[in-house]
Every structure is written in structure tokens, then in C-alpha cells.
């Protein structure tokens, strides 16, 4: 029995440290719920658990009623009923005692479950009512401390303002302190000024004023003469710079905008120191001497910055005159391939025309002789020479008078002459163009005249200048570099002719091919055609007989068609270009002509063209002008070539025949134009109404204005359009 209620008090234990087991030590689940199937899986462990424990316990049901008991007895208010129930020793008390403590520990867990959930969640409540009273109160600590701090600043920020505004106060108080002395004090020395402009005043006539003088005299020569040094300075700048401009060999690949902001920028700095001295002489006025000395200084550095600019402006250009060079080598290798594959035909072929064109020279002079056998000897004429045979047999007026509807006496003879001049020209260097063994040489010649004619350009007298000098030392014999190696014409007996008649014919046709586009162009080639001719009277031979055989009407010739000459072939002899038997367009054809005649007006009205010293001078162009009113018009090329001519030339005519010309203007105006209209189709009216608009308003304002692109003296002087 001592065993069995020891157990039973262990049994008690348990169950009662099961009921009052803390947090750390149990954990249960605050969601679970005692249903029938944890019921029955509870009773059955906890039957398992006795089962278990019967190997120990000698009676089961004894000690199971001993728990009943233990547990009854318990209870103080019901002792004596448990007591008498405890006696009870039939099977069926005994099991029913057992159900009972099974199912007591159920309601018991159930309850102890419960009340720890409970005081568990009155724990949490508790703690998060704790907190957020913490929570409460660190935000009042919060604002309060907050709002001290707010005071705090808004206290220092009025404390600082207060502080700063009695500093304004006392410093305007200051000012107003310094202002008032210092007026006083300037009254002060504006009073001792004063009286001392009356002791100078008083003194004007002594020594010592005549002394005082002479040193602000000196001075003002002294500070005279170092403007004029500064000034020297500034000149010698700009003229370095022009100097670099005028010797730089690859002028023409500069860009001409940049060229011109250069010259405009050295010629206002030129200006502007140029006012500085003449004030700086005019007055001896000390006060701006320093003034004046910042602006020749400033002047002196803007030369500086200049000459640096064309320094870059050079580079770049030499830069651009290398690639160029290095594409043209190229070019020119390529060419010269393709010139040894095609050289021989090339050769052929002029052959050919020289032959075809001694054949149509020999028609049309055959053709001037028949009509210059007709004609009577003129009065005023000299004879002609023997290359036309004229005759002393007189014909009739009337066929005189026919024969000169195309061209005159005087000029058939010149014409007759520079063709045939042209003709032996050309036959005299025939076998070197057609030497295989020459084609290199030819070709290097042929670039030696090329190179300079296309790098023409107004930027500068000295640049076209050059260009003038390469051509004279080309046709004197001597040595030009000519992609990089020495070319003369000395190689070849033949040699100087061919570049001689190369130069005119090429000069010639920019008329056509350049002038027709770019009028302003033509006194360019106008002012190297002169330099030319001036040098070498025989190219300028030449070069007049181009233009002649380019296009007849300006001899004036109206070349009439002669018997058994091809439509093609005439038109050919007029200037037209005939391609696959099919002849130029007329209009085409026109605006080339007015590109050759603007060259020749430009040639006649060039830089001293009123001189003696001028080889085809504006007498020429006078002459010209005559025999082309002395002939009957033609439709649409007398009117475009008076226009032309006129436009460029006239204003060089007026200058030196004034009345003269303006009488010929009159004439030319009232009589000339409208026989033009009779002769001109309505739907080619377009030249006539051009060149009539044209006179009406030179008749009207006695005037003919210089064309743009002349080349004008101020032009040649400065260096610079």
C-alpha cells in the first residue's frame, strides 16, 4: 500500500505540474480545440499510458480507484460521501471510477489550455497597451522638444536680426559721417584748386609758365613719336602678312571668304591706327595719352592674332595644294596611260583637221579672192597684199557694195593675213606633235600652260601677277616646275611655237568655255592675254588669229556659204559645234560667242588701254565698233555682239570719245536697231530687245557704267577687290 499511494502521489504530481507548467518549459497550441477524434486519440493515449503502466502497478482498477479517492478526498465539502462510495468493490464501480479520471484529465487539460491562452493573450494585450503609451509619450517628449528647439532658433534668428540691423544702422550712420567730410573736404580742395588755377593763371606769363609749356610741348612729341613707333609696329605686321599672302605659291586654295575678312580686318586696323596718330598729332591733350596707347598696342596684338589666323589659313591651303597635287598625280598617270594607248589616234585625228581646215581656209580664201577680183581699188584703202591677189580691175558699185554686206576691205586683209599666219604656225610644229617618241614631253608642256591659266583667281594682284610670270618665263625658254620638276621649251625646236600657239589657243577659248558662265572672269584672262601680247607681240599675233577662226563674226565677217560647201561644214566655219552631223543649238552657240566677245572687250578696255604702250588698245575697239555699224546686221549675233561689247568696253569709249560715242550711241539707236529688227525674225527678237533696253538708258543717262569684275587701278594698288 506504501508503494501504490507513493505512485498515485506521483501520478498527482504530474498531472498537477502539467496544469501549472509555464511558457519556457511547455508550448501549446493556442488554436487547438478538444473534438471527438482528439478526444478519442487522447483517451486512448492516456489508456496506452495505463496499459503501459499495469506491469508495475499490481492492480490497475485498485489503483485507479486510489486515484478516484486521492482525488475525491480533495474536495473538503463532499469527504464523508467519497468516503462511503470509496468501499464500493464491485467491477462495475471500479470501471466506471476509471472513465471518470479519464475523463476529468480531459476537462482539466481543456481548462488548463484555456486559461493559458487567455492569460497569454492578456499578456500581449497588456504589452501592446504598454507600448503604446511608451510610444505616446516619446512623441509628446518628441513635439515638446521639437517645438523648444522651433523657439529656440526663431529667438537667435530675431536676436541675429536685431544684432544685424543695428550694424546697417550704425554703418549708414558712419557713411553719412564719411560723406559729410568728405564733402567738406572736397570743398576744401576745390577751393585750394581754385586758388591755385588763379596763381597759375597769374604766372601764365612768366618763365616758369613759358618753362611748364615747353615740357608738355616735349612730351607731347615724346608720346607723338611713340605712337608713331606703335605705329610703324602695326604697319610693318600688316605688311609682313600681305607679304605672306602675296609670295604664297598656292594662293588660290585659300578660301576667298576667309581671304577677304583678312584684308578687311587689316585695312580697319590700318584705318583705325591711322586715326589714333592723326589725333594723337592734331591735339596736345595729355589725359588720353595712355588711352591711345592701349589701342596701338590692342591694334599691334589683333596683327598678331591675324598673322597667326594666316598662318593656319596657309597651312590649311598648302594642305588642300598637296592633296589636290597628289589627286592630280594621280589624274595625270592615269591620263598619261591612256594617252600612250590613244596618242597615235589622238595625232591621226589632228592631222586630219589640220588638213580639213587648210582645205576650208583655202575654199573661203578662194571664195574672198573671186569677190576681191570684182572689186574696184578703194580710195582710202591701202593695197592689198598678195595672199588675196587683189586686181586693179574695177567692177561695178553694186558688186562692191554686195562684197561689203560681210566684211570690210581692211579687215578681209588683216583676216586673210592672221589665218594665214595661224596656218604656218600650226604646220611648223606638226612633225613634234606627232613624234611618239615627244608624248611625254608634249604632255609635260601641256601641263606647264594648263596649270597656270586654270589657277586664275582675283585674290591679289601678286597671285595673278605670278601666273602671268610662270607663262613669260615658259615662252622665253626657261625652266618652270611642273609637278615637281623642271620643264622649258628648249628640248625641242619645235617645242616653243607649240606652246606659243597652246597658251593663245587655250587663253582664247576661255572665252567659251569659262567667261560664257562667269562674266566677271573675263578680265582676268583679259589682263593675261595683255601681259601675253605685251611680252611676245608674236603670240598676241596668234591670239588674235584665234579668235578670228573661233568665230569669224568678230573680225566683223559675216561668212557667206560658199558654192559646193556643206551645211555642216559652214556652220563649222561660223563657230558652231557639229557633233554626228548635228549642229549645235543656236541659243547654245550665242551664249558661247557672248563669252568670246566679253574676253575681247575685256582685252581692248584692260589696265591702260588708252595708252600708246597697250598692244591692242580701246582704239582697237573703236575700230571695231566702226566696221561692224559699216556692215548690214544679222538676226540675233550683231545685236548680242553690241550688247556685249558695249557693256564691258563702253564705258572706256565714253571716257576717251565722249561726244563722239555718244553720238554713235544715238545713232546706233535710232538708225542701227531698228534695221536689226528688220532682219530679225519676231520669235528672235530676244538679243535686239536687249541691246535696244540697254542704249535707250545710256542715251538717256549719258553715261555707261564700269562693269563688275574690272579690273580698276584702286584694284591693282590695294591688292584686293
Known amino acids: 500500500m506504501a508503494a501504490y499511494g507513493s505512485e498515485s502521489e506521483l501520478l498527482h504530481d504530474a498531472l498537477a505540474g502539467l496544469r501549472s507548467t509555464s511558457k519556457g518549459q511547455l508550448r501549446y497550441d493556442p488554436d487547438w480545440q478538444l473534438n471527438a477524434q482528439n478526444s478519442s486519440q487522447l483517451s486512448c493515449s492516456f489508456q496506452s499510458f495505463l496499459n503501459e503502466s499495469s506491469d508495475s502497478l499490481p492492480d490497475v482498477n485498485t489503483c485507479l480507484s486510489k486515484l478516484s479517492l486521492l482525488a475525491v478526498s480533495s474536495d473538503e465539502n463532499s469527504s464523508d460521501e467519497n468516503e462511503s462510495s470509496s468501499v464500493i468493490d464491485d467491477s462495475s464501480q471500479k470501471t466506471n471510477s476509471s472513465l471518470g479520471i479519464a475523463v476529468n484529465f480531459d476537462i482539466e487539460n481543456e481548462r488548463s489550455i484555456k486559461q493559458y491562452d487567455e492569460s497569454r493573450r492578456g499578456n500581449m494585450e497588456e504589452r ?121 605659291k598656292y594662293i588660290s586654295f585659300v578660301d576667298a571668304q576667309d581671304f577677304e575678312q583678312v584684308t578687311a580686318s587689316l585695312n580697319n586696323i590700318l584705318l583705325k591706327a591711322g586715326n589714333t596718330v592723326s589725333a594723337c598729332k592734331a591735339s596736345n591733350d595729355l589725359s588720353n595719352v595712355e588711352d591711345k596707347f592701349v589701342v596701338m598696342k590692342s591694334l599691334i596684338q589683333a596683327t598678331l592674332l591675324i598673322d597667326d589666323k594666316v598662318a593656319d589659313m596657309l597651312k590649311l591651303a598648302h594642305e588642300k595644294e598637296s592633296e589636290a597635287a597628289r589627286k592630280r598625280q594621280e589624274a595625270e598617270v592615269i591620263k598619261l596611260e591612256q594617252a600612250k594607248q590613244e596618242e597615235q589616234k589622238i595625232l591621226e585625228a589632228k592631222l586630219i583637221q589640220v588638213e580639213q581646215a587648210k582645205q576650208e581656209q583655202q575654199m573661203i580664201l578662194g571664195a574672198n579672192k573671186k569677190l576681191s577680183e570684182k572689186l574696184p581699188k578703194a580710195k582710202n584703202e591701202e593695197k592689198l597684199p598678195t595672199v588675196v591677189h587683189q586686181t586693179s580691175t574695177k567692177e561695178s558699185t553694186k558688186t562692191t557694195q554686195q562684197f561689203t554686206e560681210f566684211i570690210s576691205d581692211k579687215a578681209l586683209v588683216e583676216y586673210a593675213e592672221l589665218q594665214e599666219h595661224l596656218n604656218k604656225v600650226e604646220a611648223s610644229y606638226g612633225d613634234f606633235i606627232s613624234d611618239p617618241k615627244q608624248t611625254k614631253y608634249k604632255f609635260d608642256l601641256q601641263k606647264a600652260v594648263n596649270i597656270p591659266i586654270n589657277a586664275l583667281s582675283a585674290h591679289s594682284p601678286s597671285h595673278l601677277n605670278d601666273k602671268i610670270r610662270r607663262l613669260v618665263l615658259l615662252l622665253s625658254g626657261s625652266d618652270v616646275e611642273v609637278g615637281g620638276k623642271k620643264v622649258n621649251c628648249k628640248a625641242h625646236t619645235s617645242a616653243m611655237i607649240f606652246c606659243k600657239d597652246l597658251v593663245a589657243k587655250k587663253l582664247v577659248m576661255q ?113 571695231w565698233l566702226a566696221r561692224t555699224l559699216n556692215l548690214k546686221p544679222h538676226p540675233s549675233v550683231t545685236a548680242t555682239m553690241l550688247f556685249e561689247f558695249i557693256k564691258v568696253a563702253g564705258h572706256l569709249l565714253m571716257e576717251k570719245y565722249r561726244k563722239q560715242f555718244q553720238k554713235l550711241l544715238l545713232m546706233l539707236f ?52
Open 128 to 248: 501592446k497597451a504598454k507600448r503604446a503609451r511608451i510610444f505616446e509619450l516619446r512623441r509628446q517628449n518628441l513635439r515638446t522638444d521639437t517645438e523648444q528647439e522651433l523657439k529656440s532658433i526663431e529667438e537667435n534668428l530675431a536676436e541675429e536680426k536685431r544684432q544685424f540691423e543695428s550694424e546697417i544702422t550704425e554703418l549708414e550712420q558712419q557713411d553719412k559721417e564719411y560723406l559729410k567730410r568728405l564733402e567738406i573736404q572736397l570743398d576744401e580742395e576745390a577751393t585750394a584748386y581754385k586758388k591755385r588755377l588763379d596763381q597759375i593763371l597769374i604766372r601764365s606769363l612768366t618763365e616758369e609758365s613759358l618753362a611748364a609749356r615747353e615740357r608738355e610741348r616735349r612730351i607731347a612729341v615724346e608720346n607723338s613719336r611713340k605712337i608713331s613707333s606703335l605705329y610703324q609696329r602695326v604697319v610693318l605686321n600688316i605688311q609682313i602678312i600681305e607679304q605672306k599672302l602675296a609670295n604664297f
Open 511 to 623: 572665252g567659251a568655255q569659262q567667261v560664257s558662265s562667269n562674266p566677271q572672269s573675263a578680265f582676268l584672262y583679259a589682263a593675261v592675254i595683255v601681259g601675253i601680247w605685251s611680252a611676245f607681240p608674236d603670240v598676241g599675233k596668234i591670239i588674235l588669229a584665234h579668235f578670228h577662226r573661233s568665230f569669224p563674226y568678230l573680225v566683223p565677217y559675216y561668212m557667206p556659204q560658199v558654192e559646193g560647201q556643206s551645211n555642216n561644214d559652214y556652220h563649222k566655219a561660223l563657230g558652231y559645234s557639229v557633233s554626228n552631223h548635228k549642229i549645235e543649238d543656236e541659243n547654245h552657240f550665242l551664249k558661247k560667242f557672248s563669252g568670246t566677245v566679253q574676253l575681247y572687250a575685256a582685252v581692248v578696255s584692260s589696265k591702260g588701254a588708252t595708252t600708246p604702250d597697250h598692244p591692242h588698245g580701246i582704239d582697237k575697239g573703236w575700230t
Open 670 to 721: 535710232k538708225d542701227f536697231i531698228p534695221a536689226i529688227d528688220k532682219v530679225t525674225p519676231v520669235e528672235k527678237q530676244g538679243p535686239t530687245q536687249r541691246v535696244k533696253d540697254f542704249l535707250d538708258e545710256c542715251v538717256k543717262t549719258q553715261r555707261i557704267a564700269v562693269p563688275k569684275g574690272y579690273l580698276t587701278d584702286r584694284w591693282w594698288r590695294s591688292g584686293h577687290f
